[in-house]
Structures are given as C-alpha cells and as structure tokens.
C-alpha cells in the first residue's frame, strides 16, 4: 500500500473518532439539561417557583 494513503486513512480516523466522541458527549449534555430543566431552571422567576411548588399537589 501507498503510504500516504495509509497515513490519510490514519489521519482520517483519528477525525471520525474525535467527531463522533463530541458528538456523543455534545449529546449526552444535552440530554442531562433537557432532564434537569425543570428542577433547576437556568433564569427562575416567580411563575417557575410557583409551578414547581404547585407540580405534585
């Protein structure tokens, strides 16, 4: 095999890899926000407080 094609599959891997790691993560962070929104909202205001003390009674 040519080396420089071994080198650009190299190469190349190494991208997908660390592409698809951030993708993951980007992915599982969004998930933990979307899942933690409404205990912690990010700007509360007194309508947040009041729906979250209001939720389960």
Same mark, same amino acid.
């Given at each position: 095999?040519?080396?420089?094609?071994?080198?650009?599959?190299?190469?190349?891997?190494?991208?997908?890899?660390?592409?698809?790691?951030?993708?993951?993560?980007?992915?599982?962070?969004?998930?933990?926000?979307?899942?933690? *929104?409404?205990?912690?909202? *990010?700007?509360?205001?007194?309508?947040? *407080?009041? *729906?979250?003390?209001?939720?389960?009674?």
């Amino acid at each position: 095999m040519d080396p420089w094609s071994v080198a650009f599959g190299v190469i190349a891997g190494i991208v997908i890899a660390v592409g698809g790691f951030l993708l993951v993560g980007a992915v599982a962070m969004a998930l933990f926000r979307w899942a933690t *929104e409404f205990v912690t909202p *990010e700007n509360p205001t007194l309508e947040d *407080e009041d *729906e979250i003390d209001h939720r389960f009674y």
